[in-house]
């Protein structure tokens, strides 16, 4: 038997509700067979009856806008830095061989470790998860924007060089542009640490956000909810994702015909 | 230097790196290019000949040695650009289309955008890829990028055209019609080309003069005056001169000579 042509041509869309579908199903018949209680393994149906029930009432969307701030907050101080310090490391070797035994110390330290250190001298909520966020998120971003701009093949310099380009010609014509690519991969991996960055920090300490809900839903065994907020932040972090990948799209749209 | 020199080179030697592991590249190296002519450089891989056309195009400072383009020192040249360089690979930015890689030095010296545009299309015309404005370099042809690239290196109207190996890349017969339409190119724009290259036909077949150099350390060991007439057509090399000229290039790179023979 063939399929029809559109169903080939969109399997893979096509079997994502289709093994949804399937891992409800046994979800659902794993409970059945062993009765387990709400508070171990919550039904599906119970689980989307929590679901709806905290979007309603508001809950889940506040703690959402709380965690969604201080993703983009953590993440855009790590755009920023790793940007402009990357940018600076790639031009000057010299300060690169200062700079990077600090900065390579700085991720053998596992960052959960120095966490604590950072909520004890920041005591502000937002402001010391988007901090936490950051500091996970600065490492790769730095990485690639070197490794983008270090690209830049030296033909494409000497020919810049030889219309007489101006420094800021040259960062805005060549570098910028040769760099994209790679730099863009950076927010990629980025933006998926910073949202694990503030959750991480908010289920350490925090009395907002997502992390913070989940926290309180485990201390009153209010499984269902647990299981409502994960959903909701795997959503968010598709979301996110998403995102950023449609906008690299965008940017990048000269690559659709290249091949 | 008598007036019609566009560009002098006056006992130019060029050392790389220091001390111990330094190459010489150059030595002495003196000649002297006219304005609108065509000559090509050729030489044996190494012998500096990329060396003495950076030099020119002050991508690269000489060791020893003076150079004048255009009565100026090679950077007051480049700042008042003189000069359009074509490398062997095409250097398109390829995420602008063929359209904006031919405005892009026309940017960069901030001429209005309507005047980039006309010369854009104009360049386009030049070279027959109107067409292919809007594509992007991913989707040209070797051949085609090439061409682009040409015509990029003519978007300020240089006085001198640098080009170093650029049809090195490309088959036999890209290279031939890309050589016939430089031709045209040169008659119609009155630049100066310097002209770096492997193959001594194509050399014959396009200058006014050869300069031929040897290696290690690189220096010019002749310069061979191509006297065929112009226009150049298949016709010309069915010249008894075309041949001679040849060999006669062949002979000062030692390539005549019996040893080299393959039975
Ligand atoms: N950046 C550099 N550092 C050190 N040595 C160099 C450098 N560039 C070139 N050389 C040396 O200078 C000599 C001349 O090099 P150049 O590239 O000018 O030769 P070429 O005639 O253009 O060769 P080819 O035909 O292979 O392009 C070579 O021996 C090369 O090893
Ligand atoms: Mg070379």
């Given at each position: 038997?063939?399929?029809?042509?559109?169903?080939?041509?969109?399997?893979?869309?096509?079997?994502?509700?289709?093994?949804?579908?399937?891992?409800?199903?046994?979800?659902?018949?794993?409970?059945?067979?062993?009765?387990?209680?709400?508070?171990?393994l919550?039904?599906?149906?119970?689980?989307?009856?929590?679901?709806?029930?905290?979007?309603?009432?508001g809950?889940?969307?506040?703690?959402?806008?709380?965690?969604?701030?201080?993703?983009?907050?953590?993440?855009?101080?790590a755009?920023?830095?790793?940007?402009?310090?990357?940018?600076?490391?790639?031009?000057?070797?010299?300060?690169?061989?200062?700079?990077?035994?600090?900065?390579?110390?700085?991720?053998?330290?596992?960052?959960?470790?120095?966490?604590?250190l950072?909520i004890?001298?920041?005591n502000?909520?937002?402001?010391?998860?988007?901090?936490?966020?950051?500091?996970?998120?600065?490492?790769?971003?730095?990485?690639?924007?070197?490794?983008?701009?270090?690209?830049?093949?030296?033909?494409?310099?000497?020919?810049?060089?030889?219309?007489?380009?101006?420094?800021?010609?040259?960062?805005?014509?060549l570098?910028v542009?040769?760099?994209?690519?790679?730099?863009?991969g950076?927010?990629?991996?980025?933006?998926?640490?910073?949202?694990?960055?503030?959750i991480?920090?908010?289920?350490?300490?925090?009395?907002?956000?997502?992390?913070?809900?989940?926290?309180?839903?485990?201390?009153?065994?209010?499984?269902?909810?647990?299981?409502?907020?994960?959903?909701?932040?795997?959503?968010?972090?598709?979301?996110?994702?998403?995102?950023?990948?449609?906008?690299?799209?965008?940017?990048?749209?000269?690559?659709?015909?290249?091949? | 230097?008598?007036?019609?020199?566009?560009?002098?080179?006056?006992?130019?030697?060029?050392?790389?790196?220091?001390?111990?592991?330094?190459?010489?590249?150059?030595?002495?190296?003196?000649?002297?290019?006219?304005?609108?002519?065509?000559?090509?450089?050729?030489?044996?891989?190494?012998?500096?000949?990329?060396?003495?056309?950076?030099?020119?195009?002050?991508?690269?400072?000489?060791?020893?040695?003076?150079?004048?383009v255009?009565?100026?020192?090679?950077?007051?040249?480049r700042?008042?650009?003189?000069?359009?360089?074509?490398?062997?690979?095409?250097?398109?930015?390829?995420?602008?289309?063929?359209?904006r890689?031919?405005?892009?030095?026309?940017?960069?010296?901030?001429?209005?955008?309507?005047?980039?545009?006309?010369?854009?299309?104009?360049?386009?015309?030049?070279?027959?890829?109107?067409?292919?404005?809007a594509?992007?370099?991913?989707?040209?042809?070797?051949?085609?990028?090439?061409?682009?690239?040409?015509?990029?290196?003519?978007?300020?109207?240089?006085?001198?055209?640098?080009?170093?190996?650029?049809?090195?890349?490309?088959?036999?017969?890209?290279?031939e019609?890309?050589g016939?339409?430089?031709?045209?190119?040169?008659?119609?724009?009155?630049?100066?080309?310097?002209?770096?290259?492997?193959?001594?036909?194509?050399?014959?077949?396009?200058?006014?003069?050869?300069?031929?150099?040897?290696?290690?350390?690189?220096?010019?060991?002749?310069?061979?005056?191509?006297?065929?007439?112009?226009p150049?057509?298949?016709?010309?090399?069915?010249?008894?001169?075309?041949?001679?000229?040849?060999?006669?290039?062949?002979?000062?790179?030692?390539?005549?000579?019996?040893?080299?023979?393959?039975?």
């Amino acid at each position: 038997m063939r399929l029809p042509r559109w169903v080939r041509a969109n399997i893979q869309y096509l079997l994502i509700p289709f093994v949804l579908g399937l891992f409800l199903l046994l979800w659902e018949t794993l409970i059945v067979v062993n009765r387990y209680p709400a508070f171990i393994l919550p039904t599906p149906a119970q689980v989307a009856e929590s679901f709806v029930e905290y979007w309603q009432n508001g809950i889940i969307p506040r703690h959402v806008s709380i965690t969604l701030f201080e993703i983009g907050l953590g993440f855009s101080i790590a755009f920023v830095f790793a940007s402009s310090v990357g940018y600076l490391l790639a031009k000057s070797p010299l300060l690169e061989k200062i700079v990077s035994p600090y900065l390579i110390a700085t991720q053998a330290i596992p960052i959960v470790a120095i966490a604590p250190l950072i909520i004890i001298w920041i005591n502000t909520g937002s402001a010391q998860n988007a901090l936490i966020a950051a500091l996970i998120t600065f490492f790769p971003m730095l990485v690639n924007t070197i490794v983008g701009v270090r690209g830049v093949r030296d033909e494409y310099r000497a020919l810049l060089r030889s219309y007489a380009a101006n420094r800021w010609q040259v960062f805005m014509k060549l570098e910028v542009p040769a760099a994209l690519p790679i730099f863009l991969g950076g927010v990629r991996v980025g933006v998926t640490l910073s949202v694990i960055g503030v959750i991480v920090a908010e289920l350490m300490w925090a009395d907002r956000g997502l992390g913070f809900l989940i926290n309180f839903a485990q201390g009153h065994l209010d499984t269902p909810l647990l299981f409502a907020t994960v959903a909701t932040l795997s959503i968010m972090a598709i979301v996110l994702y998403l995102t950023v990948v449609l906008i690299e799209k965008i940017i990048l749209r000269w690559r659709r015909n290249v091949q | 230097m008598d007036n019609h020199t566009l560009i002098a080179i006056e006992s130019v030697s060029k050392q790389y790196g220091h001390a111990r592991d330094s190459v010489l590249a150059l030595r002495d190296v003196s000649l002297n290019i006219r304005a609108g002519e065509f000559l090509s450089i050729i030489g044996a891989s190494g012998c500096g000949k990329s060396t003495l056309l950076r030099m020119i195009g002050d991508l690269l400072a000489p060791s020893a040695g003076r150079i004048v383009v255009n009565g100026k020192s090679p950077d007051a040249a480049r700042r008042a650009r003189e000069c359009g360089i074509v490398f062997q690979a095409p250097t398109l930015m390829e995420w602008r289309n063929i359209a904006r890689n031919v405005e892009l030095p026309l940017e960069v010296v901030g001429a209005p955008r309507a005047e980039r545009q006309q010369r854009t299309r104009d360049l386009l015309d030049l070279i027959r890829l109107r067409d292919f404005a809007a594509r992007y370099p991913g989707e040209l042809s070797a051949g085609m990028q090439m061409q682009v690239s040409i015509a990029r290196a003519l978007a300020y109207r240089p006085t001198i055209l640098l080009m170093d190996e650029p049809f090195g890349a490309l088959d036999e017969i890209t290279r031939e019609r890309l050589g016939r339409e430089l031709l045209e190119i040169w008659a119609r724009t009155r630049v100066t080309i310097v002209f770096v290259t492997h193959s001594v036909p194509e050399a014959v077949r396009l200058s006014d003069r050869v300069a031929v150099m040897s290696p290690r350390p690189g220096r010019i060991e002749r310069v061979i005056e191509i006297d065929l007439p112009r226009p150049r057509t298949p016709a010309t090399r069915e010249l008894p001169r075309y041949w001679e000229l040849l060999r006669e290039v062949r002979a000062v790179l030692g390539l005549n000579e019996e040893q080299n023979g393959v039975r």
